[in-house]
């Protein structure tokens, strides 16, 4: 996934996020991999954990700054997400809907990844081969909705997925090799998905390690003629 140009991930205390960045690592693809994550915890070497909050943008400016002074970013993933917690949980019905947990999902799952995508960008290389990705979700499909509920997070989602495809359109004009990309995880054996999991052996079910090796094998098949789309864990396209 790119020369020796550096690797942030964001959201490294979470499930899928703290499988990245050890898959990431691994692959020793890149320069220096940086961990970043609300409460980030000490990892070994050669991965350096710095704090962010995706909700606050002087947070999220301040880390930009710390990894920008290591050089360029040639991987940026937002790994961070809510589905539920205090106070927030999916809706069944329109009924149940509360503006003030839909805010919070929004705060996170949208205009976090917008806020990196605003502040990380500017230290991605103009030349060379980049990547610029998002966890997603396939209920953020519009076109492959056929369930309904779930109001808070598909709507936190799809306008995620417009965000990622109108950052696509705009960073052509400037970094032409630059990948933006959704992400699909599947369902992944984490906290988040715990209330709502299926069946063990259920297609598409994994476990963090696994899920970060397919987003990772994922990211490096992709080209720039892909950027602005949302694959799933098996390099499928999602429809908008």
């Given at each position: 996934?790119?020369?020796?140009?550096?690797?942030?991930?964001?959201?490294?205390?979470?499930?899928?996020?703290?499988?990245?960045?050890?898959?990431?690592?691994?692959?020793?693809?890149?320069?220096?991999?940086?961990?970043?994550?609300?409460?980030?915890?000490?990892?070994?070497?050669?991965?350096?954990?710095?704090?962010?909050?995706?909700?606050?943008?002087?947070?999220?400016?301040?880390?930009?700054?710390?990894?920008?002074?290591?050089?360029?970013?040639?991987?940026?993933?937002?790994?961070?997400?809510?589905?539920?917690?205090p106070g927030i949980a999916p809706e069944k019905a329109?009924?149940?809907?509360?503006?003030?947990?839909?805010?919070?999902?929004?705060?996170?799952?949208?205009?976090?990844?917008?806020?990196?995508?605003?502040?990380?960008?500017?230290?991605?290389?103009?030349?060379?081969?980049?990547?610029?990705?998002?966890?997603?979700?396939r209920v953020g499909s519009i076109g492959d909705n056929?369930?309904?509920?779930?109001?808070?997070?598909?709507?936190?989602?799809?306008?995620?997925?417009?965000?990622?495809?109108t950052l696509a359109v705009e960073a052509a004009r400037?970094?032409?090799?630059?990948?933006?990309?959704?992400?699909?995880?599947?369902?992944?054996?984490?906290?988040?998905?715990?209330?709502?999991?299926?069946?063990?052996?259920?297609?598409?079910?994994?476990?963090?390690?696994?899920?970060?090796?397919?987003?990772?094998?994922?990211?490096?098949?992709?080209?720039?003629?892909?950027?602005?789309?949302?694959?799933?864990?098996?390099?499928?396209?999602?429809?908008?």
């Open positions: 996934m790119g020369g020796r140009n550096s690797a942030v991930i964001i959201g490294a205390s979470g499930g899928v996020g703290r499988a990245l960045v050890a898959a990431v690592a691994a692959g020793g693809a890149h320069g220096p991999v940086f961990a970043l994550a609300r409460s980030p915890e000490s990892l070994l070497e050669p991965v350096r954990s710095l704090s962010i909050d995706v909700t606050d943008e002087a947070s999220v400016a301040a880390a930009a700054r710390s990894v920008g002074e290591t050089g360029p970013v040639g991987l940026v993933i937002v790994a961070s997400g809510i589905l539920h917690g329109i009924r149940s809907l509360d503006p003030a947990a839909m805010a919070a999902v929004f705060a996170v799952n949208t205009l976090g990844p917008a806020l990196v995508a605003k502040h990380f960008l500017p230290l991605m290389p103009r030349k060379g081969r980049s990547v610029f990705a998002a966890l997603s979700a056929r369930l309904g509920g779930w109001y808070s997070y598909r709507a936190s989602k799809a306008a995620l997925n417009q965000i990622l495809r400037t970094h032409p090799e630059l990948i933006v990309a959704g992400l699909h995880p599947g369902t992944v054996r984490t906290a988040l998905s715990q209330p709502f999991r299926p069946e063990p052996g259920t297609p598409g079910l994994f476990s963090p390690e696994e899920s970060a090796a397919h987003l990772v094998r994922v990211l490096d098949g992709l080209h720039p003629r892909d950027s602005g789309q949302v694959f799933a864990w098996d390099g499928q396209p999602i429809p908008p």
